[in-house]
């Protein structure tokens, strides 16, 4: 189902921040998307979308396909972090667990791709051990080439938002883009759907 491997990136630039798709986007795999940035620098992006879940896909189902018993974990979706990769797993998390192979975002979060993170987040929720207190599991992700999103935000398409929300887990996935948006000042009822002409 899915596949968690070790990451190798340093973030910086965008990384910490929501990065949010535009009504009228021209790329249907971006329509709402609402994706943490956990990755930025001079050898381009990643980020994972964490406004769209895969639909009929539970934590509880992901954890089973690598053996680790989590039934009260059935409640919790799983995202679509995106078009890359959409096998491979990643978790976002609070910086209160990290393993060897997790990557720093910032203050509150950080980014982990191996099993690891999984199970210390089936054994906190039986009180086995500790993991994260707050999580978002996604499968693939959202990548983009060196200079390729400074290119695309020159243009009509993302709006970047303010830094990823601790509340982020607490808010509905279907929830995330309008919020984001909000935390900016913005109604995102009043975008328009083109980009306008000068």
Not at 32 to 48: F, K, Q, T, Y
Request: glycine letters at 14%; one cysteine or more; charged letters at 20%.
């Amino acid at each position: 189902m899915g596949n968690f491997e070790p990451l190798d990136a340093s973030p910086r630039f965008y990384a910490g921040r929501m990065l949010l798709a535009m009504p009228g986007m021209a790329d249907g795999n971006f329509s709402r998307a609402a994706i943490a940035m956990c990755v930025h620098d001079e050898n381009g992006a990643l980020g994972l979308d964490v406004g769209n879940a895969v639909e009929g896909l539970g934590l509880t189902e992901l954890m089973g396909s690598f053996d680790i018993d989590a039934p009260q974990l059935s409640h919790i979706p799983v995202m679509c972090g995106g078009p890359v990769d959409p096998q491979r797993g990643f978790v976002l998390h609070s910086v209160d667990w990290t393993g060897q192979e997790s990557v720093h975002i910032n203050d509150d979060w950080a980014l982990s791709g191996s099993l690891d993170v999984l199970k210390a987040i089936a054994g906190a929720s039986v009180g086995e051990c500790e993991g994260p207190s707050r999580y978002i599991v996604a499968l693939g992700y959202s990548g983009w080439d060196a200079g390729q999103l400074e290119h695309e935000m020159t243009r009509h398409g993302w709006f970047l938002g303010d830094v990823i929300p601790e509340t982020l887990v607490a808010t509905s996935p279907g929830k995330r883009w309008d919020g984001a948006f909000a935390a900016c000042g913005v109604d995102a009822r009043l975008l328009s759907g083109g980009a306008g002409q000068a």
